[in-house]
């Protein structure tokens, strides 16, 4: 017998807002967009079927979904079930998105409810990393968060509805591959300045001010450059401020870059055939808003 279907979305991102080091701890500064991925779960009960099942045609890496669940499973004690999962994503994957978390978080959240037990943003936190490095997508509001070991945690606030381009400069980077890299050198040298970025952020956070935190953005963007070099990133602030964006972020271990913008800024066409001059190609682009992050059910 199969349970009854439940379905979760979860956002994507648009990279981080500010990511680094403080304390020798890793954290970024989650920055989740209007770009969702939908899965649906149901369960096998009553049945000695422990198969897992993941209908995903626009993933490669459906083992991490299939994991998400069994993981879930273990985790409530149902050592035998299999289900399926059915994934709807308009996220793409391999650019810092955040794909990852948002199948793998939806999955572990989408999995509780079908067993019919609670299970809170921490522990699906928790579950998550077990599996991967990971976004704090899954938590609400602006957060704070240690994406490798979870180790920090702290809720920053809110600054939906202000618009974010992102756009995609083309490429893929895996970002279990990257985390395995040691950065801790490189991280370790910015990590007075991001700090103080960090103080700054707080600050922004605290006042609602989206022209402070996108000054954060694009200092933590910049400071990130010698850890995966952007070579078009200097041309693209240059362009932002030019038409009075609040500022870019980045995708820390990722491909794409966000200019933000404040509620009351409407672009021209003349900005989008600027974007196309800094390329040598046409980036992909969406128009975005930052939501306030957490899983729908």
Request: proline share 2%; glycine share 8%.
């Amino acid at each position: 017998m199969i349970s009854k279907k439940y379905k979760v979305k979860a956002p994507g991102s648009c990279g981080e807002l500010v990511q680094g080091m403080i304390y020798g701890k890793n954290f970024h500064v989650t920055c989740p967009v209007n770009l969702f991925s939908e899965i649906t779960v149901s369960i096998f009960k009553n049945s000695d079927n422990s198969d897992i099942i993941c209908i995903n045609n626009d993933r490669k890496d459906n083992w991490k979904a299939t994991v998400a669940m069994r993981k879930t499973l273990d985790y409530f004690g149902f050592n035998n079930p299999g289900g399926i999962i059915k994934i709807k994503s308009r996220i793409p994957s391999g650019k810092g998105m955040a794909s990852s978390t948002a199948d793998i978080s939806g999955v572990i959240l989408a999995t509780a409810l079908s067993l019919k037990e609670f299970i809170s943003e921490d522990e699906i936190a928790k579950i998550a990393l077990s599996i991967e490095p990971t976004d704090g997508i899954m938590f609400k509001d602006i957060c704070l968060f240690d994406h490798k070991k979870g180790l920090l945690f702290e809720r920053l606030g809110s600054i939906s509805e202000n618009k974010i381009i992102v756009i995609d400069a083309g490429g893929i980077v895996d970002t279990i591959e990257f985390n395995k890299k040691d950065n801790h050198k490189l991280l370790s040298e910015n990590e007075e300045q991001i700090n103080k970025t960090l103080v700054k952020l707080r600050g922004g956070f605290a006042s609602n001010n989206i022209n402070i935190i996108g000054e954060c953005a694009t200092e933590s963007a910049i400071l990130n450059q010698k850890i995966l070099y952007k070579d078009y990133l200097d041309k693209l602030i240059e362009l932002a401020f030019k038409y009075s964006a609040s500022g870019v972020n980045i995708a820390h271990s990722g491909t794409v870059a966000g200019v933000i913008l404040s509620p009351d800024i409407t672009l021209k066409k003349d900005f989008y055939l600027d974007i196309f001059k800094i390329f040598k190609y046409y980036p992909k682009i969406y128009e975005c808003k930052i939501v306030n992050g957490g899983l729908i059910a």
